[in-house]
């Protein structure tokens, strides 16, 4: 590399990881794990640039083309277009949310969440299963494909399993598919407030992500106000 090329890449890589990040979630499609997972620029040059990403011992390089290929003098203009597109295309705004922010039926959800778990946790099996003999009896074939005795206990055990299961599964999925995204849209940058959002969202369901859309959409209304 020249050493106008050598201070480019020295640049974004020092100042602007992030919109190399964008680069690779909008324009190479990468999921947001790996788009944002310490991007590094490895060579810059008219025709091309090639971004390297991923965890350190499974770095992988993406090259993206110039088209047309870069002149001189145009890598900031053309460098910052690409940031403002892909920020567009990704749905990321100005507004910024650093800190956690939870509405009234997140609360609500935390807590029926806690006491329908804890409520799982120490019912007794059998009892469960006399409670919901509908569901005993729908896991009772299952219990007799797994060589196990369809009685209560056994039941009721299955009926647990199935159900915390379930509820923190979904909680799993919704995590990767509405909470991440809605992280990096409202440029949620802190490590703590980030983690925050994830453990309260697998402990109390959907309600913790819809609060951080609504804190998000507050900021944006906030900003559109200033301006």
Known sequence: ???????????????HEESLGHYLAYFARLPSSLAYAHPQ?????????????GPEKKRREWTYEFDPPMHAGEARK????????????LGITD??????????????????????????????PARLAG????????????????KLPATKVYQGRAIKTFWLAFVYGAHVIE?????EPLLIAYNVKKP????????????????????????????????????
């Not at 590399?1 to 020092?14: E, K, L, Y």
């Not at 053309?78 to 295309?89: I, P, S, Y």
């Not at 778990?117 to 007794?124: A, M, N």
């Not at 409670?131 to 299952?142: K, R, V």
């Open 95 to 124: 507004a910024v949310v650093d800190r956690v922010v939870l509405s009234g039926p997140a609360y609500v959800g935390l807590v029926g969440m806690f006491a329908l778990t804890y409520t799982l946790v120490t019912v007794s």
């Open 131 to 146: 409670f919901l003999p509908w569901q005993g009896q729908l896991f009772a074939p299952l219990l007799s494909a797994a």
């Open 1 to 15: 590399m020249d050493a106008a090329a050598s201070r480019i890449v020295s640049h974004m890589n020092g100042e």
């Open 175 to 179: 995590v990767r598919a509405c909470l």
């Open 78 to 89: 053309r460098l910052e277009q690409m940031h403002q597109d892909a920020k567009v295309k």
């Open 192 to 227: 703590a407030v980030r983690w925050a959002y994830r453990v309260l969202l697998f402990l109390g369901g959907f309600t913790v992500w819809t609060s951080l859309r609504d804190a998000g959409k507050a900021e944006e209304a906030k900003l559109s106000k200033s301006h």
């Open 41 to 53: 620029i490895t060579s810059f040059s008219s025709p091309a640039m090639k971004i390297a990403y």
